[in-house]
């Protein structure tokens, strides 16, 4: 509890995950009751979401018009944080931009440990279409979602380069010079991966990036996972 914050011709960049159960985001309640007992109000909210929104779309390319379709609490929980941001901005005239973002990587934010455990993954004749983008992306997203002046509400970001989850583990493995981890199948999957882990690939989609090159004109750094991790290693 922060009392009487003044945040007056600030920006809010919202980054906070809800809390890990339920299907409500109570974090953001709790934020939005503190601040609203300041005495003034930002100038414009920059609140980061998930692609995870859409749910499963079977491979198809995905825009921001495509209708949210949740399929796991983690991702209804991003919904109901979007919602309750939408009406908190609306009530107070706030101009409110999201940041619709998949799976980031980055120095630090990539899954070596986990090959150096030599743990499977879904063979790649199985592996659902996945997305994400460089960190660094995500921050030039960011600052540009702030300095817009007319911004859409809604962007997704994403390198525009989608894979396989598998293909990733596999990209990053030949980088970083880790033997690639074993492959099993769909039966073996249910078994030996993590409920998280069976939920992302539960999920298959292509995230069409467009309005975030056109209009919030991000001109990508690393365009794909090999120019990424090229910089990385």
């Not at 749910?55 to 979007?82: H, I, L, M, Q, Y």
């Not at 492959?183 to 298959?204: D, F, P, V």
Request: proline share 7%; with cysteine.
């Amino acid at each position: 509890y922060i009392p009487n914050l003044n945040i007056s011709n600030m920006v809010i960049y919202w980054f906070v995950p809800p809390q890990p159960d339920d299907h409500r985001d109570y974090r953001l309640r709790n934020f939005l009751n503190n601040i609203s007992c300041g005495l003034q109000m930002p100038k414009r909210v920059v609140q980061i979401s998930t692609t995870g929104v859409y749910g499963d779309c079977d491979g198809n390319w995905v825009s921001e018009s495509r209708a949210v379709a949740p399929k796991t609490d983690r991702a209804r929980r991003r919904v109901d944080a979007e919602n309750i941001m939408k009406k908190w901005c609306e009530k107070l005239s706030i101009p409110l931009v999201i940041l619709r973002v998949p799976g980031i990587y980055g120095p630090g934010k990539l899954p070596l440990e986990r090959l150096r455990k030599r743990e499977p993954v879904l063979h790649q004749d199985f592996s659902p279409w996945s997305n994400r983008v460089h960190v660094e992306d995500l921050v030039a997203s960011c600052m540009a979602a702030a300095r817009k002046s007319k911004p859409r509400i809604i962007y997704n970001i994403s390198d525009g380069f989608p894979s396989t989850m598998t293909d990733f583990f596999f990209q990053v493995a030949d980088a970083a010079g880790i033997a690639r981890p074993p492959t099993i199948g769909l039966g073996e999957a249910k078994l030996k991966l993590s409920q998280g882990m069976r939920s992302y690939l539960a999920e298959s989609k292509k995230i069409d990036n467009s309005l975030m090159r056109d209009h919030l004109k991000i001109a990508l750094r690393y365009p794909s996972l090999q120019s990424g991790l090229s910089s990385l290693f």
